[in-house]
């Protein structure tokens, strides 16, 4: 569920969700990388236990997954909204218990103004030439 609200005359707000196993099963695939060369004492690179590696990266790669869930959702949204938008987006992660279905988010960005030209069909435009002389 998409939602994109108007804030100001440039600024709107999304609001969206995205479902907790992708972000989870991409955690898990960052985990596995980063478990082919991490360098954790007591255990040879490429042979850390799934709980070793949480320990140490869950949270780096949780937030890289979840920045990464977030602009692809993003990105999605936008473009099913036909937006133009300017800058970079900023987001505000709702949902504070990490073991619910569903992330829910928001994002506050800019968008170009719209732009209407007006007739110009009445109108003529007068070429001014000059002869230089020597």
Avoid: C
């Avoid at 609001?15 to 007591?42: E, F, W, Y």
């Avoid at 949480?54 to 997954?65: C, P």
């Avoid at 619910?100 to 800019?110: G, K, L, Q, R, V």
Wanted: net charge negative; no cysteine.
């Amino acid at each position: 569920m998409t939602s994109v609200e108007t804030v100001s005359a440039l600024e709107r707000r999304l609001n969206a969700k995205i479902p907790q196993q992708a972000v989870n099963s991409q955690v898990a695939d960052r985990l596995k990388r980063i478990g082919k060369t991490a360098k954790i004492a007591g255990f040879r690179p490429g042979k850390i236990p799934g709980k070793i590696l949480e320990q140490y990266y869950g949270s780096e790669a949780r937030r890289e997954a979840l920045g990464d869930a977030l602009q692809k959702s993003f990105m999605e949204a936008i473009q099913a909204q036909s937006l133009k938008v300017a800058g970079d987006p900023e987001f505000t992660v709702k949902t504070a218990d990490w073991n619910a279905d569903e992330i829910e988010y928001s994002a506050t960005f800019e968008v170009y103004p719209e732009v209407v030209l007006g007739d110009i069909s009445g109108e003529s435009v007068v070429r001014s030439s000059h002869e230089l002389t020597q």
